[in-house]
């Protein structure tokens, strides 16, 4: 047993919530001989059957901790230190160490001889306590921060050792099965008619508090105190109980496991005894105190646990009468003034109880109770209107009734104004107010909705509220008003009334709460279905909480998110048995839920009466740490870890969760968030994982913190880091590749860019150069070549004058006309240099047009005049336009050599038209090109030659000059059919042949 915990001492046993696991609610059945809770929060349980686990909803039982190991059987003992390890003792030569997760062997961790422990225990300093036992010989050792240290040498007069502890002076006491009671002394056990408590066989010891100890025998208690007295607790058990486990909390209260069920003995020296309820056997067989201040004790047949709950409930047990609470009211002295539904009256000071029989009262059933000073009125079902007023110890009653003034003399509920006015609604005769000493009456004859009053509240303004079962009535400046459904009420029978610190009149009718704000009616947004039940009263704690008592349940609700309508589930809390409600049943009474000056609520419930702290919730809110159970991922569940890595390509990821206490699972909260997935904490959940769909690859970590009942985030973060592995793509040496692949296609993209912009820029200028170069032929070709014809006829006009004037007049005047036909020429080549020079179709015509045209450029005498001829081979083809207007200008320039510069004779164009090209020969009889221009491939400072090969090589066509001083000269132009014919029967074939010779 180890840490701070305790149970409030002043509660009778009944009065504690009590819990039961039995095999119905999933235990695994086997006696419980050790109790312990580890760190990380779960419950381990060593019986009969082995380890078992308890996370406080399920039970797993782990008969083979270690895999490569057999199972290790009955588990006898279980012990934490303050480093963390759970040390679990099997029977047998065996020790396990439990931490975090994992088993291992503690002989093994130690370095210690494999032995059989026979009791183990903490000690005062956070260590442990064993003692070993092998066929040679027994001892004692401690382990304390990683290191084993004898505290008793090896001795077999020590017998076996069943129990040991460690007391405030530091002594180690032995309890064995045969010996008694023994102390270690200067590393020996020693036995002596001092410490002697007989020859029992002693099961358990326990360090007091006030440095005694405590031995649980078979035979009963004893106690043994600092100085040395002895004692038998209590005498008259002694002999008829055995004692089988004991642990004692800081409140100085002793739980001991006993053969007859659960014992407490009180640090008064009161024993009470919790008997077996609807077990088969009343035995206790372990016992243990937790983290948070509960106490676990399970036995033959299963778990048990006792836990303060939020309430403490006054029943028959705490002397009250066997009945339904009723109305309720609290003094300014700190009394409870109660009215049992079955009748009388009550009231609670300081835990005492006293039953007022004044004025007939034992014998009434009381409806409602208000106060004021030191007066008590008391409204009664037959009698009336009673003042109970206290001087001292004594009290003294005066009654009044309709004799008196009063409307009815069935009193439903009563109230104190802040004037002194005590009101008095009854049952069906209308209100009465008293005040200094006269009675006035108001009915439905005077301003009331009804005459059947349920409830009366002041308000903070002086204003009167009286809730009726025909509306809500407002009584201000001495006249009544009313309003019902029609003003927004859920319902016009109003039940209760209250307001609240806020000046907020709350009104609670048959279909639910409403409230007052502003002189209208307001029915919250988004009622939770908790107040949708019938409500029968509400009260306000002292930090802003709405509680309600409804038929099956009390409620508390967060008050300023109820206003706002943004009521969260953690915002709505439920209170039944769990929290020390006994029977959560509410009852119909003016008042049934009320607050007193300690700010605690009182309320009416089937069996009596409870009160509540609400403090207790931030007190006993200790911080819950949250254990990550698992991470679960491609189909594997993986323990976390500082190293946790989850294949690659893993999209969904499931974390699983809880809270590592013990205490009402199914009341903490928790929530959460995911680095790198989450910006902010998620809203409060219950459920116990959560699960995150397409995550990338990446490094996580996960938080999760709780909360009970989602009020305090006050705990520490758990978190768990866990790494999903990239893909390939995602690896940083992809990424890095894949940088500098795409900065490599941007450079080759940018090189690529910069070469095309090159070649355009080198085509434009090739564009531009070519067409300077077109426009200069053309005006090589029309403008000059005519310009030169011109000068040779005024050349030969020139040597004709004066001598043959009519022949140089006829030559003048043709010179002129071919001037005109010169200047329209070249006008047409400047406007459109495509154009054809010839309007013929067919080349033969376009041929002789040119010839002609060349031979009017240079006139000769007729007997000088060359011969000129054309001859066609084969059936003519239409040819392309720019085909023909290019060949034609060849012709012109070539038939311009033979006549101005050849001095030819005859000059022959040969047309071939073959299937696949066509073929123009240009021949003369001239005297020749010289070598040296033929070889060079122009004459100096001429462009004829350069000018018919730029035509040729733009058709993509073959020019071919032969030539001999004195033989004459041969043109031959060879054009591919595909180009030159404006249809080919073969021109795909061509150009298949073509392709297969490139």
């Avoid at 010891?205 to 025998?217: F, P, R, S, V």
């Avoid at 609240?500 to 279905?529: E, Q």
């Avoid at 009160?611 to 189909?635: H, K, M, N, Y």
């Avoid at 323990?639 to 205490?663: C, K, M, Q, W, Y």
Wanted: proline share 4%.
């Amino acid at each position: 047993m180890g840490g701070s915990w305790a149970l409030d001492p002043a509660k009778s046993l009944s009065q504690y919530v009590h819990n039961e696991w039995g095999r119905d609610k999933g235990f695994v059945g086997g006696t419980i001989y050790a109790i312990c809770q580890s760190r990380d929060g779960y419950l381990w349980l060593g019986t009969d059957r082995g380890l078992v686990r308890f996370d406080g909803e399920k039970f797993a039982l782990i008969q083979r901790p270690l895999a490569d190991q057999p199972a290790i059987g009955p588990v006898r003992g279980l012990v934490e230190d303050s480093d963390g390890n759970l040390w679990i003792r099997p029977e047998g030569p065996q020790m396990l160490l439990y931490r975090d997760g994992q088993f291992r062997n503690a002989f093994a961790s130690g370095g210690l001889p494999v032995s059989t422990i026979t009791a183990m225990a903490a000690d005062g300093h956070g260590g442990v306590l064993f003692s070993l036992f092998s066929e040679l010989s027994s001892g004692s050792m401690r382990y304390w921060h990683g290191k084993f240290e004898t505290v008793a040498d090896p001795t077999e007069a020590a017998g076996t050792v069943t129990s040991m502890a460690e007391t405030l002076d530091g002594r180690i006491w032995l309890g064995t099965r045969d010996n008694g009671l023994l102390v270690i002394s200067n590393r020996k056990p020693v036995s002596g008619t001092t410490f002697n408590l007989g020859n029992d066989k002693i099961n358990a010891l326990a360090a007091a508090n006030n440095g005694g100890l405590w031995a649980g025998t078979d035979h009963g208690l004893r106690f043994r105190s600092a100085r040395g007295d002895i004692h038998i607790a209590p005498p008259e058990w002694n002999n008829k109980i055995q004692i089988l486990d004991l642990a004692e909390d800081v409140a100085g209260n002793l739980w001991a496991a006993s053969s007859r069920g659960l014992v407490r003995v009180t640090a008064s020296g009161d024993f009470s005894l919790l008997p077996g309820s609807g077990r088969k056997t009343a035995e206790v067989t372990a016992v243990f105190g937790d983290h948070d201040g509960n106490l676990w004790f399970g036995g033959p047949e299963g778990l048990e646990l006792l836990e303060d709950g939020l309430f403490t409930t006054y029943a028959t047990q705490a002397r009250l009468p066997d009945s339904n609470g009723g109305a309720l009211y609290a003094d300014i002295e700190g009394r409870i003034w109660f009215a049992p539904v079955s009748g009388g009256l009550y009231c609670l000071d300081r835990g005492r109880l006293e039953r007022i029989r004044l004025a007939g009262l034992d014998r009434d059933v009381v409806y409602s109770i208000s106060g004021g000073g030191n007066d008590i009125w008391v409204g009664r079902q037959s009698g009336g209107l009673t003042r109970i007023t206290r001087s001292g110890n004594d009290l003294s009653a005066q009654t009044y009734v309709r004799a008196g003034g009063l409307a009815q003399n069935t009193v439903y509920t009563t109230y104190v104004g802040r004037d002194g006015a005590v009101w008095a609604g009854t049952v069906s005769g209308g209100l009465s107010r008293l005040k200094n000493g006269i009675f006035a009456t108001y009915s439905m004859s005077n301003g009331l909705s009804s005459n059947s009053i349920n409830s009366i509240v002041e308000g903070y303004d002086g204003t009167v509220w009286v809730g009726t079962s025909a509306g809500l009535n407002a009584f201000r400046n001495g006249r009544w008003s009313h309003g019902s459904t029609a003003d927004g009420l859920p319902s016009s029978d109003v039940r209760n009334c209250f307001e609240d610190s806020k000046h907020l009149l709350w009104i609670v009718t048959a279909s639910g709460p409403a409230y007052v704000s502003g002189g209208r009616v307001v029915v919250p947004n988004h009622l939770p279905d908790q107040l949708r039940d019938q409500i029968f009263g509400i009260a306000e704690d002292d930090l802003g909480f709405l509680w309600f008592s409804s038929t099956d349940r009390v409620i508390r609700v967060n008050r300023e998110r109820l206003i706002a309508g943004s009521l969260h589930e953690s915002d709505v809390e439920v209170f039944g048995e769990l929290d020390g409600l006994m029977g959560a049943q509410g009852v119909r009474r003016d008042r049934p839920i009320i607050t007193d000056a300690q700010g605690r609520i009182w309320v009416s419930v089937q069996n009596g009466i409870a009160c509540a702290d609400p403090q207790i919730t931030l007190r006993q809110g200790r911080p819950i740490r949250v254990r990550i159970e698992s991470i679960a991922a491609a189909r594997t569940t993986f323990r976390p870890g500082d190293s946790l890595r989850i294949p690659a390509g893993t999209r969904n990821v499931t974390i699983h969760f809880s809270g590592a206490s013990l205490e009402s699972p199914d009341r903490i909260w928790y929530r959460y968030r995911l680095e790198g997935a989450d910006q902010e904490w998620s809203d409060p959940i219950q459920i116990r994982q959560v699960s995150y769909s397409d995550l990338g690859a990446g490094t996580y970590r996960f938080h999760v913190m709780a909360s009970r009942e989602g009020l305090l985030w006050n705990g520490a973060e758990s978190d768990a880091t866990f790494t999903i592995d990239p893909v390939f793509w995602q690896t940083w040496w992809f990424r890095a590749i894949s940088v500098f692949a795409v900065g490599l296609t941007g450079l080759l993209l940018f090189h690529l860019r910069m070469i095309r912009l090159s070649r355009q820029m080198s085509a434009r200028f090739q564009e531009r150069l070519a067409e300077r170069t077109r426009i200069a032929q053309e005006l090589h070709d029309t403008l000059l070549q005519s310009f030169h014809g011109l000068m040779l006829r005024f050349q030969t006009v020139d040597s004709m004058l004066p001598a043959r004037p009519v022949e140089a007049k006829a030559l003048l005047d043709d010179a002129l006309n071919r001037a005109d036909d010169a200047l329209a020429e070249s006008r047409e080549a400047i406007q459109n240099i495509r154009s054809s020079p010839t309007p013929h179709s067919n080349l033969s015509g376009a041929l002789a047009s040119v010839l002609e045209a060349v031979q009017r450029e240079f006139p000769h005498d007729p007997q000088s005049r060359p011969i000129c001829s054309i001859v066609a081979e084969g059936s003519e083809q239409p040819l392309r336009e720019y085909v023909m207007a290019e060949i034609c200008r060849i012709a012109r320039e070539s038939l311009r050599n033979s006549l101005q510069h050849a001095q030819a004779n005859h000059v022959e164009i040969e047309l071939s038209f073959r299937e696949t090209q066509l073929c123009l020969s240009f021949r003369d009889d001239g005297v020749g090109i010289e070598p040296a221009v033929l070889g060079s491939g122009a004459r100096a400072g001429h462009w004829g030659l350069i000018g018919m090969r730029e035509r040729a090589a733009r058709l993509g066509a073959e020019l071919t000059f032969w030539s001999k001083p004195g033989a004459g000269t041969e043109v031959e132009l060879t054009v591919p059919g595909e180009i030159a014919y404006l249809s080919s029967p073969v021109k795909f074939l061509a150009r298949f042949r073509r392709r297969i010779k490139v």
